[in-house]
């Protein structure tokens, strides 16, 4: 085991091959507060890749209701679960990562699902922690939550699959952190998808060999986002690239929401992997929850959130979701706008922070007709 560091554990920790961090990782970030789970990035992204035999299955991109949705079932709670107990102390991680929790002679502590696992892909959908007393949806605060999670593979910088493959098919791109599959390599002995403590590895039951999300890495390598960020309806979203810890950039609004501001937090920092998804957590759910699932600074980013029109550098930031198919290197707010700027500095995106307001009349003469709402 080679010593590395990982920054969202604030220490360093053991994984099988020496860190090779690319110097700008392919990166996301979700708005939480802003999905609405239409599944329209789940059906961008499966009409897009995974329409063939033996892919009928795989979701690259899901979208579940928490805390009782899951893809596959329980995927989440049967490895937490087995990892035991999870000491945070601060900004400094003490527990086990899944590797230290590794059972002797394998790599990585996982668990390989059930086909049964994979039956139901939206179960749980707008469950919520209990049932809602006649009325009690009127009265603050609510005792019962549920919010809606989309996830992809989080191209991690550790990744699991990667380490667990004993026929070396998984590889990081050097050039933007991208993990890829090489199928020509794989003999389909699914250890990636037992290692990957998101489940984000699948396997083909008719071609025999395992697939994954590849980022969208012609669009990306061409300039524009990802498929299910350039479709979200939401405006949930956000595709870039991230810089090395020790070469943070502010006017790069990845690094200004995670490094400098940390309002996005990475999905279970815990396992080790340094995922490369990152969430502002929902505001309206317990931060007990919430530290478990996005790190010990869960609370501080929700508080952040509701403050958030007071801080126009970081509303101009979250202004820039959805506001481009085309990847924005660089942001700055002038005046009353965020502009985007593409990786040779030009303008593609002009977005006011301030939605204007515009005052109809309330009797429409060309359809003889009276508004009911002339805002
Ligand atoms: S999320 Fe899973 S499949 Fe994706 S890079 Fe990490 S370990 Fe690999
Ligand atoms: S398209 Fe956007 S808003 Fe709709 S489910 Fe996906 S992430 Fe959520």
Not at 98 to 116: K, N, Q, R, S, V
Not at 179 to 190: K, P
Not at 321 to 339: K, N, Q, W
Request: proline share 7%; hydrophobic share 35%.
């Amino acid at each position: 085991m080679a010593k590395v560091h990982n920054w969202q554990l604030g220490r360093e920790m053991d994984y099988p091959y020496e860190g090779r961090r690319p110097e700008k990782q392919f990166a996301m970030i979700f708005d939480t507060n802003k999905c609405i789970a239409c599944q329209t990035c789940t059906v961008a992204c499966k009409t897009t890749w995974t329409t063939g035999r033996g892919q009928e299955y795989m979701y690259w991109n899901n979208v579940e209701t928490k805390p009782y949705g899951y893809y596959p079932l329980g995927w989440d709670v049967t490895i937490l679960d087995r990892l035991g107990v999870q000491e945070m102390d601060g900004p400094v991680y003490r527990g086990k990562t899944l590797f230290d929790a590794a059972p002797t002679g394998e790599i990585i502590l996982g668990y390989l699902p059930e086909d049964i696992d994979y039956a139901h892909p939206n179960i749980g959908e707008d469950d919520s922690t209990g049932l809602m007393p006649q009325g009690a949806h009127l009265t603050l605060p609510h005792l019962q939550w549920m919010f809606y999670l989309p996830r992809i593979c989080n191209h991690c910088t550790y990744p699991a699959c990667l380490s667990a493959c004993p026929r070396q098919s998984i590889y990081k791109r050097p050039e933007d952190g991208i993990v890829l599959l090489d199928q020509s390599r794989c003999r389909g002995y699914r250890e990636c998808v037992r290692g990957c403590p998101y489940k984000k590895v699948y396997f083909n039951a008719q071609t025999r060999v395992s697939e994954k999300c590849i980022g969208c890495y012609p669009a990306v390598e061409g300039g524009r986002q990802t498929q299910c960020t350039i479709t979200c309806i939401g405006k949930i979203r956000i595709q870039g690239f991230l810089n090395a810890p020790d070469k943070v950039d502010e006017d790069n609004p990845l690094d200004y929401l995670v490094h400098v501001k940390k309002i996005a937090q990475p999905l279970y920092p815990q396992f080790g992997l340094e995922p490369n998804t990152y969430y502002i957590p929902p505001i309206h759910v317990p931060a007990v929850y919430l530290r478990q699932m996005f790190g010990w600074g869960a609370e501080r980013a929700t508080d952040m959130y509701r403050q958030v029109a007071m801080d126009r550098k970081l509303l101009g930031a979250l202004t820039l979701l959805g506001a481009t198919p085309e990847i924005a290197h660089y942001f700055r707010v002038d005046g009353d706008s965020v502009i985007g700027y593409d990786a040779k500095e030009s303008e593609i995106a002009r977005v006011p922070l301030t939605e204007p307001v515009v005052i109809r009349e309330l009797y429409d003469p060309k359809y003889r007709a009276f508004r009911t709402n002339i805002t």
